[in-house]
C-alpha cells in the first residue's frame, strides 16, 4: 500500500508542476516579452529530460515521470509558440506534431503512460482537424464520412498493433466513437439509411469473436456499451420520423430481446465467471450494461405508448402502473432471475421519475416512506443500490417542490444517505450507496458558484471537512477509497472559488507539487521502499531517444527562427476584422477574428488558394481576386505593382489563413472585442501569414 502512496505521491506532484507551467503560460502574463517566453519554455524542457536522464540510473521510477514531464512540456511549448505568435488556438497541428514524438518515445521505451498519452493526442488532432475552434467548415457528404471513416480506421490499426493494453482500449473505444460519429452526422446528410445496417453487422461480429473466440472481458463490456448506445440512438431517430404504435411494440420487443440475450450470455459463457475478483466486476458490469440499455428502451416505449393509446393525459395511471407493474413484482420475486428483477425496477423507478414532478408531493413522500422501509428490509446488494438511488431522487423532487432553497434539499439527503450509511454500518454491512451519495449531495451544497456564501455555506463547509477528515482514517479500503476522492474534488472546487486568476493558480499549483514532492521523498526514506532501481536501457534505444529528444529542441528552435523572420522582413497588411471572445484550453484567452476575405463565393471544393490583397486609399488592403488555387493560376489575371499574395486553405467559400486567432492576457479579450477594428498582419513573399498585432485604427 505504501509503494503505491508514494508514487501516487510523485505523479501527483508532477501532474501539479505540468499544470502549473500551463496555467503560467495560459495567463499571457503581458511584461513579460516573446524571448523570455519561448527562453522559458526551452529551460523547461531541457529541465525535464535533463533531470530524467540522471535519475534513470538510480531512481527509475522518477526517472520515468521526468520522461513523461519532457514529452507534455513540449506540446507546452508548442502551445505557446501558437500563443506568441498567433497561430491557430487548438489547432490540430499543434497536437499532431506533439504526437509524432510521443509516440517515436512511446515506441522506443514501451511506456504505458506515453502510449495512452500519444493516443489521447490522436483523438486531439483528429478532433480540432474535424472540429476546428477557430473558424467553421461545412463539410460535404463524402469528406465527412471519408475523413470520419479514416479517424476510425487508424484507431483500428493502432488498436491491433498495441503493446499498450490501456493504449490498445481507448484505441478500440475512440474507434467505436468515431464510427458512432459516422451515424450521428450521418441523420442530416441521409446516411442513415444504410450506415446504421453496416455499423449493427460490425458490432455483432465484434461483439461474437470478443465473447466466443478470443473471450476479452474488457472488450466484450465496451462493445456492448457501444452498441446500447447505438441502439438507443437510432431508436430515438426513428421515433423523430415514425412515433407510431408499431415502433414503440418494436422497441418493447428489442428491449426484451436485449434482457434475454443478456441473461443467456451470462449464464451460458464461461468469460463470466465470478470465481475471481475481475470476473466479478465485470459480471457487475455486464449486468448493469444489460439493465441500462433495456430499461431505457422500455421506458420511451411505455411512455410512447402511453401517449398514443390514451386520449387524456393522467401522470398517476403512469406512476401508479410503474409501481405495481414493474417495482412491486421485481421486489417480490426473489428467486427471479438478477438481471430480470434490476431491469424491472430501473425500468419502473424511470418510469415513476419521469412523472413525479407532476404527482403529488403527499404521494411522493409516502412513496418515498415506503422505498426507505423496503430498504431497510432488503438485504440483496443490487437491488439496495437501484432502491437507495430511487429513493434519493424522488426526495429530491419531492423536496424541491416544497423547499425554496435548494441547498437545504441538498443537505436532507445528506443526512438521509448519511443515516443509510450508518445503520448499514451498525448491520455489520459495507454499503457504498448511501456514502457516495450523501457525500455527493454535502459536496454540492458547498458551491459558492450555486448558492450565497452565507452562514450555511460555512456550516456546510464545515461539516464536509469533518465528515471527509472522519472517513480519511477509516479502516475500512473502501471508505476510505470514496473519501479521498471526495476530498480530491472538494480541494478541486474550493481552489476554482478561491483562487482568483491564472497566474495565483500556477503558483499555489506549484507550490502544491513542491509538498507532494517532499512528502513523497520523506514517506519513501521513512518506509525504505525500493523505489530507485535504475534501469539501463540498449545504447541503441538510448540513442534513438536522444535523436528524439534533439528533434523536439530543433523543431522549436527552427519554428521561432522562422516566425522571428517573418515579423521583420514580411510586408505589413491591414485588414478590417470583425472579432468574437472564445478561450483555449493550453494557450488562455484569445479573440477569434473574421475578414472580409475570408469569405469568397466564386471557390467551390477544397484546397490551397492564393489570394491578392490591394491597398486601399484608406489603408486597409482589400480582396482584389483569386490570384492561383491549387497551384494553378487564374488565367487573365493581372497582379499590378504593390499587390500582396497570402496563402490560405479553402473549404468551399470559406478560406483559412492561419490568422484567425489573437491571444490577450487573461479577461481583457471583452475589452479586445469591443474596440478592435483592424488587424496588422506580416505576410511573406511566399504568403505565409503571421498576425502581429490588432488595433482600433
Known amino acids: 500500500m505504501s509503494v503505491r502512496v508514494v508514487k501516487a505521491g510523485y505523479a501527483l506532484a508532477l501532474l501539479c508542476f505540468i499544470a502549473s507551467i500551463v496555467y503560467f503560460f495560459a495567463a499571457n502574463w503581458p511584461e513579460m516579452g516573446r524571448e523570455e517566453k519561448a527562453g522559458i519554455s526551452i529551460a523547461v524542457m531541457a529541465g525535464f529530460y535533463v533531470v530524467s536522464a540522471v535519475l534513470m540510473r538510480f531512481h527509475h521510477f522518477l526517472g520515468r515521470w521526468m ?36 509516440a517515436l518515445l512511446a515506441r522506443l521505451t514501451k511506456d504505458q503512460a506515453l502510449s495512452v498519452l500519444a493516443v489521447v493526442l490522436l483523438q486531439l488532432a483528429c478532433w480540432f482537424y474535424y472540429f476546428p475552434s477557430a473558424y467553421h467548415i461545412e463539410w460535404t457528404e463524402w469528406s465527412s464520412f471519408g475523413w470520419l471513416l479514416l479517424f476510425a480506421a487508424v484507431n483500428g490499426a493502432l488498436f491491433g498493433v498495441s503493446r499498450s493494453l490501456w493504449a490498445a482500449r481507448l484505441a478500440y473505444a475512440a474507434l467505436h466513437g468515431w464510427l458512432l460519429m459516422i451515424g450521428i452526422t450521418g441523420f442530416s446528410y441521409g446516411r442513415d439509411v444504410w450506415w446504421p445496417y453496416v455499423y449493427a453487422a460490425l458490432l455483432a461480429g465484434l461483439l461474437y469473436y470478443f465473447l466466443a473466440i478470443s473471450k476479452q472481458r474488457s472488450y466484450t463490456l465496451l462493445t456492448s456499451l457501444f452498441a446500447g448506445l447505438f441502439l438507443l440512438i437510432q431508436y430515438i431517430r426513428l421515433l423523430v420520423d415514425h412515433f407510431e404504435t408499431w415502433l414503440l411494440l418494436i422497441g418493447l420487443a428489442v428491449a426484451a430481446a436485449v434482457l434475454y440475450g443478456g ?72 428467486r427471479w432471475n438478477s438481471v430480470v428483477r434490476y431491469t424491472l425496477l430501473a425500468v419502473g423507478y424511470g418510469l415513476g421519475l419521469a412523472m413525479a414532478p407532476e404527482v403529488s408531493t403527499v404521494v411522493l413522500f409516502l412513496y418515498a416512506a415506503v422505498l426507505a422501509f423496503a430498504l431497510i428490509r432488503s438485504f440483496e446488494h443490487g437491488v439496495r443500490r437501484l432502491t437507495t438511488v430511487a429513493l434519493t431522487l424522488y426526495l429530491f423532487v419531492a423536496l424541491e417542490l416544497t423547499i425554496e432553497d435548494g441547498r437545504l434539499v441538498l ?25 457516495v451519495l450523501a457525500l455527493g ?91 530507485s532501481e535504475g534501469v539501463r536501457w540498449r545504447r541503441r534505444v538510448s540513442l534513438f531517444v536522444a535523436i528524439v529528444v534533439a528533434a523536439q529542441f530543433v523543431f522549436v528552435g527552427v519554428t521561432i527562427w522562422q516566425k522571428e523572420r517573418l515579423l521583420r522582413y514580411g510586408d505589413v497588411v491591414k485588414l478590417e476584422l470583425e472579432p468574437v471572445d472564445p478561450r483555449s484550453v493550453l494557450q488562455g484567452d484569445y479573440i477569434q477574428l473574421r475578414y472580409d476575405i475570408s469569405t469568397i463565393r466564386s471557390l467551390a471544393g477544397s484546397g490551397k488558394v492564393q489570394v491578392l490583397l490591394r491597398k486601399g486609399p484608406d489603408g486597409v ?74 488595433s482600433t485604427k
Open 67 to 102: 520522461l513523461i514531464g519532457g514529452a507534455l512540456s513540449f506540446g507546452i511549448a508548442l502551445a505557446l509558440l501558437g500563443q506568441i505568435y498567433n497561430s491557430h488556438a487548438d489547432s490540430y497541428w499543434l497536437f499532431l506534431i506533439w504526437l509524432v514524438p510521443t
Open 411 to 435: 443537505l436532507a439527503l445528506a443526512v438521509l444517505n448519511g443515516g443509510l450509511y450508518a445503520y448499514d454500518r451498525w448491520r455489520g454491512k459495507t454499503a457504498l450507496t448511501p456514502l
Open 263 to 334: 441473461i443467456v450470455l451470462l449464464q451460458r459463457a464461461g468469460l463470466f465467471s465470478s470465481g475471481t475478483r475481475a470476473g466479478k466486476w465485470f459480471l457487475t458490469a455486464f449486468q448493469a450494461v444489460i439493465t441500462l440499455a433495456a430499461s431505457a428502451l422500455a421506458t420511451a416505449s411505455l411512455l410512447g405508448l402511453y401517449l398514443l393509446w390514451t386520449e387524456s393525459w393522467s401522470p398517476y395511471v403512469l406512476f401508479f402502473v410503474s409501481i405495481f407493474g414493474f417495482v412491486l413484482p421485481a421486489s417480490l420475486g426473489r
Open 621 to 694: 488592403h482589400r480582396f482584389a481576386g483569386v490570384y492561383a488555387v491549387n497551384g494553378e493560376k487564374r488565367p487573365g489575371f493581372t497582379r499590378q505593382q504593390g499587390d500582396i499574395v497570402i496563402s490560405g486553405t479553402f473549404y468551399d467559400t470559406r478560406v483559412v489563413y492561419g490568422i484567425e486567432s489573437y491571444f490577450v492576457p487573461e479577461k481583457t479579450g471583452v475589452r479586445w472585442q469591443e474596440n478592435a477594428r483592424f488587424a496588422y498582419v506580416r505576410v511573406s513573399k511566399n504568403g505565409d501569414a503571421l498576425l502581429e498585432a490588432i
Open 441 to 531: 449531495a454535502l459536496g454540492i451544497a458547498t458551491s459558492v458558484d450555486m448558492f450565497t456564501a452565507d452562514g450555511l455555506y460555512i456550516v456546510s463547509n464545515i461539516a464536509m471537512v469533518a465528515v471527509l477528515g472522519f472517513f480519511l482514517f477509516q479502516q475500512r479500503r473502501q471508505e476510505r477509497a470514496v473519501a479521498w476522492g471526495y476530498t480530491a474534488l472538494y480541494l478541486v472546487l474550493k481552489y476554482y472559488e478561491l483562487a482568483w486568476n491564472l497566474l495565483h493558480k500556477s503558483i499555489s499549483l506549484l507550490a502544491a507539487g513542491i509538498v507532494l514532492l517532499v512528502w513523497a521523498v520523506w514517506l519513501e526514506k521513512r518506509n525504505q521502499l525500493v523505489l
